[in-house]
């Protein structure tokens, strides 16, 4: 059997770990829904991807007939010196939103994608990507309760995430934990695309307890390099969080991220402490 470290490198080898092939699929039509559904845009499909079709493991879409699409796709971010270095936010999750910026949340019942715990997570993380857990031990807040209430609330809401989405690569790893190790690959992927903190100090923008910023300043040091007005989030007055929103073609797991506009106003006033 192949050791855990020889098993990381051939999944992260392999251009999609997560996301299930055509011809991984039970049957040729399955294997259509998804090549129909892949290229599409989340919140901006052509075409209707069925709830019920093997669609929604190429694109994230509704959990179920009648329900809304979590198209939109949000790479959230903390700064705080408590839980993290001092030259670089932490990451916060990956969330769905649905296309009118209302959101899931807890999702486990309707989507059929089981709930973890923490240990689990981190146990599952130690044995097929021990270099990832490294990194979240420095900027995910090193708390495995915390990575285990990101899963459960917002992990189990999107429809690509579940086992049946997964490439099947027993007996060295299940579809479940497939999606689980895959998903935390893809929020640090992500937070390795934003460095907002070398964002804004390129802008001028950088920690100084004895001067305040322009909330429009930041906002726009943001989107210049994001490509859209990111949230902006402050707590009494001081900045504390940033969200980047997306539209997503293909799956969660190494879809295209397309960055587009916040659909929630800055909580911070005109004047930011940072």
Not at 23 to 49: E, L, M, R, Y
Not at 71 to 91: A, H, K, M
Not at 258 to 270: G, I, K, M, R
Request: net charge negative; proline share 8%; hydrophobic share 30%.
């Amino acid at each position: 059997m192949l050791g855990s470290l020889t098993l990381a490198a051939s999944l992260a080898a392999l251009p999609s770990f997560i996301i299930a092939s055509p011809n991984s699929f039970p049957s040729p039509s399955d294997g259509f829904s998804c090549a129909k559904a892949i290229g599409q845009v989340s919140c901006h499909a052509t075409s209707p991807v069925n709830p019920d079709s093997y669609g929604t493991c190429c694109y994230n879409g509704a959990l179920a007939p009648g329900n809304k699409e979590s198209g939109l796709v949000l790479s959230t971010q903390f700064y705080n010196l408590t839980t993290g270095p001092p030259d670089s936010f932490t990451i916060h999750g990956l969330w769905p939103d649905y296309c009118d910026g209302t959101y899931p949340q807890f999702c486990s019942a309707q989507s059929g994608i089981p709930e973890k715990s923490g240990e689990q997570i981190e146990a599952l993380i130690q044995e097929y990507d021990p270099s990832l857990l490294a990194y979240m031990r420095t900027y995910y807040e090193n708390e495995p309760s915390f990575w285990e209430h990101e899963y459960n609330k917002h992990g189990t809401c999107f429809s690509t995430l579940r086992a049946k989405c997964q490439l099947d690569l027993s007996p060295y790893i299940n579809q479940t934990s497939a999606a689980v190790v895959g998903y935390f690959q893809q929020i640090v992927h992500e937070f390795k695309q934003l460095p907002s903190y070398d964002w804004l100090a390129q802008a001028g923008i950088t920690p100084d307890s004895t001067k305040t910023y322009k909330l429009i300043d930041i906002q726009n040091a943001l989107a210049k390099k994001h490509g859209g007005v990111p949230y902006v989030g402050c707590y009494n007055g001081v900045l504390s969080e940033i969200w980047y929103f997306f539209n997503v073609r293909g799956p969660l797991i190494h879809g295209q991220y397309l960055p587009v506009e916040s659909t929630t106003n800055s909580s911070c006033p005109a004047d930011v402490s940072y």
